[in-house]
């Protein structure tokens, strides 16, 4: 919150601080070891517990402590309509108590006094996040001390002005809050039309008639990518790698390109053209095999080995390839092929040569392969839409609170 001259503050309205309007109270944690100190039914709040919150009240945590745990540690219980706020790991999580509870080492707790309204500090600490994150410090992770937030200054109305700041605050948030679910809703709905478009296609009666053949029968180059170590990064040849293959899209993200430094050999035998596709080689068990098909842009990049380029044959449409190579029937195909180890799976040429294709006359392809792209498109504009507005709606409660607490209500 930013600080302003007292001749700038309406009516009766004063800076304090936190420290002189309420108690702010440390938790801990009772042995870990000791099983008679858990599972009891005292709530006992984490920073993971504010983060997982769906509003603002607090009833319930994901453990609870006994009595014995209670007594163990110096652990405080607080009372109804205290204010919880993470102040490590992360900072800014914020709820109100609903119930008598105590927390761990990451949390404090805020008990308003007579002059403060609960409502109202919950709302300002929700306003003075950013600010906490910046006081924040240390090696491991940031931590905002019991003594910083005591000092912290906020502005204090008289007591009725705070109530109907709340009232106010908690209608317009409110609102927002449910803006802001419609609006998540709206491009989660978003997000599977790319799924439901190529269900359509790949997976329709039409299809069951196509002609079956393996994808080695119609490429003539399957191919890693090159090899080369940090110190050829950074300047040279547009390099493009495995983030530049998207989760929801045969489109290539151009974004952010890698530089490298490659002779005229190697230029010459990794350089894409138009229409070769690249698949993710090494990813996570949901993302490899992931396909991205090249178009002009990409047009005499080349590519890291942690991809695979693929070139088919004439009497296949590359898009129309790309796009089948990310339906949901190819992707459980190379999904049941692909090795897995810890934290991610991997194919080869091999398993790509070997996995089984749909190819409908060459007219089919190209017709299909324009009408997906057409759709994709009409996707992709739909989701930066629904996300421009997801981004503002996102931006309005912290409009909010700062006009409140500038006197604008």
């Not at 692909?338 to 749909?358: C, E, M, V, W, Y």
Request: glycine share 6%; aromatic share 8%.
């Amino acid at each position: 919150m930013s600080q302003k001259n007292e001749k700038q503050l309406p009516d009766g309205w004063r800076w304090v601080k936190l420290g002189d309007v309420c108690d702010i109270v440390n938790g801990t944690t009772p042995k870990s070891e000791i099983q008679e100190y858990w599972n009891g039914d005292i709530i006992w709040i984490t920073p993971t517990d504010l983060g997982k919150l769906e509003h603002k009240h607090i009833f319930t945590s994901l453990r609870k402590i006994t009595q014995q745990g209670y007594q163990s540690c110096r652990l405080e219980l607080v009372p109804i309509n205290t204010v919880v706020l993470s102040t490590r790991a992360p900072i800014g999580h914020l709820g109100i108590a609903k119930q008598s509870l105590c927390t761990n080492q990451g949390c404090k707790s805020f008990i308003a006094n007579s002059s403060l309204h609960y409502e109202y500090l919950y709302l300002v600490l929700k306003n003075s996040v950013r600010a906490f994150q910046d006081l924040g410090s240390g090696t491991t992770f940031k931590e905002i001390s019991k003594g910083q937030l005591e000092a912290f200054k906020i502005l204090l109305p008289p007591l009725s002005e705070q109530k109907r700041i709340a009232a106010i605050l908690n209608e317009q948030l409110e609102a927002v809050e449910k803006a802001t679910k419609a609006s998540e809703e709206q491009l989660k709905t978003a997000n599977i039309l790319s799924a439901t478009y190529l269900r359509q296609v790949f997976e329709s009666e039409e299809s069951k008639n196509w002609e079956r053949m393996r994808l080695g029968d119609v490429a003539s180059l399957i191919q890693n990518g090159i090899y080369k170590p940090a110190e050829y990064y950074g300047t040279g040849h547009t390099f493009l790698r495995m983030y530049n293959i998207q989760n929801s899209s045969w489109d290539l993200n151009l974004d952010e390109l890698a530089k490298v430094e490659i002779n005229q050999n190697e230029i010459q035998q990794y350089s894409l053209k138009k229409g070769d596709l690249l698949v993710s080689r090494v990813n996570s068990f949901e993302l490899v095999g992931k396909c991205a098909w090249v178009d002009e842009q990409a047009e005499n990049s080349v590519f890291e080995n942690m991809l695979i380029r693929i070139r088919l044959n004439s009497t296949v449409n590359s898009l129309f390839m790309a796009q089948q190579m990310n339906s949901s029937i190819s992707r459980k195909a190379i999904q049941s092929v692909a090795k897995r180890a810890i934290g991610q799976a991997s194919i080869n040429s091999t398993d790509l040569r070997n996995l089984n294709i749909f190819l409908p006359p060459p007219s089919k392809q190209s017709e299909i392969a324009m009408t997906l792209n057409e759709q994709m498109q009409q996707v992709k504009h739909l989701k930066l839409t629904l996300q421009g507005q997801l981004d503002a709606i996102n931006k309005l409660p912290s409009t909010l609170l700062e006009r409140a607490f500038n006197g604008g209500l």
